[in-house]
């Protein structure tokens, strides 16, 4: 049986294992990127809202997310999952479902009792994941523009 992971908060040192399990799943590394991200996290979101996984004291997955109060028009605070990762290598052991789990209760724990994220329409591996989670299409619309002229 796979081991259980330690979910704890997102930490600067945790840069290298992020942009390896993104270069892993998608090919592109962006460690300018998340560095920058990082310290945006550690600065302006609270320290609850990114976490990562460890597996045998290894970074193998990580959730970025963030607490919004009165945004578009919500008369109550909602949590965001803005990014969720998992190593390839640990795939489909309960990892991603761990950490939101995590994120969910930590989100209750600070009064926020709705979780809002983002899933592209092509991408059926993440809707199936949120679906089994218990996420369903919400109530908001997503309107766009295109502005290169
Ligand atoms: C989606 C993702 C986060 C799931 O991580 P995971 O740790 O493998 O997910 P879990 O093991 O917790 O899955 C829980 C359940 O979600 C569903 N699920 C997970 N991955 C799935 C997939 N690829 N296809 C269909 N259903 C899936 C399953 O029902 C699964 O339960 P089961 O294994 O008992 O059937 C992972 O596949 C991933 O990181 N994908 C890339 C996402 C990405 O591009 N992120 C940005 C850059 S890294």
Same mark, same amino acid.
């Given at each position: 049986?796979?081991?259980?992971?330690?979910?704890?908060?997102?930490?600067?040192? &945790?840069?290298? +294992?992020?942009? @390896?399990?993104?270069?892993?799943?998608?090919?592109?590394? %962006?460690?300018?990127?998340?560095? #920058?991200?990082?310290?945006?996290?550690?600065?302006?979101?609270?320290?609850?809202?990114?976490?990562?996984?460890?597996?045998?004291?290894?970074?193998?997955?990580?959730?970025?997310?963030?607490?919004?109060?009165?945004?578009?028009?919500?008369? &109550?605070?909602? +949590?965001?999952? @803005?990014?969720?990762?998992?190593?390839?290598?640990?795939? %489909?052991?309960?990892?991603?479902? #761990?950490?939101?789990?995590?994120?969910?209760?930590?989100?209750?724990?600070?009064?926020?009792?709705?979780?809002?994220?983002?899933?592209?329409?092509?991408?059926?591996?993440?809707?199936?994941?949120?679906?089994?989670?218990?996420?369903?299409?919400?109530?908001?619309?997503?309107?766009?523009?295109?502005?290169?002229?």
């Amino acid at each position: 049986m796979a081991k259980a992971p330690y979910i704890r908060n997102i930490r600067k040192e &945790d840069l290298a +294992a992020i942009v @390896e399990i993104e270069d892993r799943s998608t090919g592109v590394s %962006r460690r300018d990127y998340w560095e #920058k991200r990082i310290d945006m996290y550690e600065a302006i979101r609270p320290s609850w809202t990114s976490v990562v996984a460890e597996v045998d004291n290894r970074v193998v997955g990580f959730l970025l997310g963030r607490a919004g109060e009165m945004e578009f028009g919500l008369a &109550d605070p909602v +949590a965001w999952i @803005e990014t969720i990762g998992v190593d390839p290598a640990y795939r %489909r052991q309960g990892i991603a479902a #761990k950490m939101v789990e995590h994120f969910n209760l930590s989100a209750d724990e600070h009064d926020i009792y709705t979780v809002f994220t983002l899933v592209g329409k092509s991408n059926g591996d993440m809707e199936q994941f949120f679906a089994k989670r218990g996420f369903a299409q919400g109530e908001m619309r997503h309107f766009q523009k295109r502005v290169k002229i």
